[in-house]
């Protein structure tokens, strides 16, 4: 089992859809969870922390599932803009970072 | 201001040559890193650097060797380039290896070996 797993996707949604996806870990004692942001061609950009008790951050919702080992992140209106693709990222205890290989989403007018 | 720099942003070069990749931070941050996106687009870490001290170094060929001079600088020095290391480099920053922080980066360099 791969240390990070993520659907490549696309995922193509109508604009002001919701969508959904998620990121399977396979260290149990992972400590941190991020999800990253990347668009064509740039570099990657923090979007969000992901909390224990999951946290929200306008239109985004992340999630942490600590005995099922994933976490997700849920996009609601999505917007245009929205567009790219989104990294999961786990931190282990040892300091050891784990970027998922990512889910590309396409918001469709 | 940038927060995270890279020089050169494409540098194209032929197979066996040594070239260095320059990245500085001007956030203060303790941490840096390099990261090595290939063409499937696979973000991996190679090196992570605290306060100049080595902290990580996944397994990297040692054609690798990165070099920090003070906190806000870490280079990336390649010997002997290969066609396998055409790639985009990412530096990157964070305020402390540990715990949950932030990581920000550099706008990448893209290397082509030919």
């Known amino acids: 089992r791969k240390e990070v797993e993520q659907d490549p996707g696309p995922f193509n949604v109508p604009e002001g859809a919701t969508v959904a996806f998620n990121c399977t870990y396979s260290?149990?004692?992972?400590?941190?969870f991020f999800w990253y942001r990347q668009d064509c061609r740039k570099e990657p950009k923090l979007l969000m922390s992901?909390?224990?008790s999951g946290n929200e951050d306008g239109r985004f919702t992340a999630q942490l599932n600590r005995a099922s080992q994933y976490i997700s992140l849920l996009i609601r209106d999505s917007k245009l803009s929205d567009s790219a693709t989104y990294l999961c990222?786990?931190?282990?205890?040892?300091?050891?970072?784990?970027f998922g290989k990512g889910t590309r989403l396409h918001i469709l007018p | 201001d940038t927060a995270v720099s890279q020089t050169p942003k494409y540098l194209v070069t032929q197979m066996g040559n040594d070239k260095s990749i320059k990245c500085e931070q001007n956030?203060?941050?303790?941490?840096m890193y390099w990261y090595k996106q290939d063409s499937k687009k696979f973000l991996k870490i190679m090196f992570s650097?605290?306060?100049?001290?080595?902290?990580i170094n996944e397994t990297v060929p040692n054609r690798f060797s990165p070099k920090s001079p003070d906190k806000a600088h870490l280079n990336l020095h390649i010997n002997s380039l290969e066609l396998g290391d055409s790639a985009v480099y990412f530096c990157?920053?964070?305020?402390?290896?540990?715990?949950?922080?932030?990581?920000?980066f550099g706008p990448g360099t893209r290397l082509t070996v030919l």
């Open positions: 990157a920053s964070s305020l402390q290896p540990k715990d949950a922080n932030e990581q920000f």
């Open positions: 260290n149990s004692a992972s400590q941190s």
């Open positions: 992901v909390y224990s």
């Open positions: 990222v786990v931190r282990n205890r040892d300091d050891k970072i784990i």
């Open positions: 956030l203060g941050h303790d941490t």
């Open positions: 650097y605290n306060n100049k001290e080595l902290i």
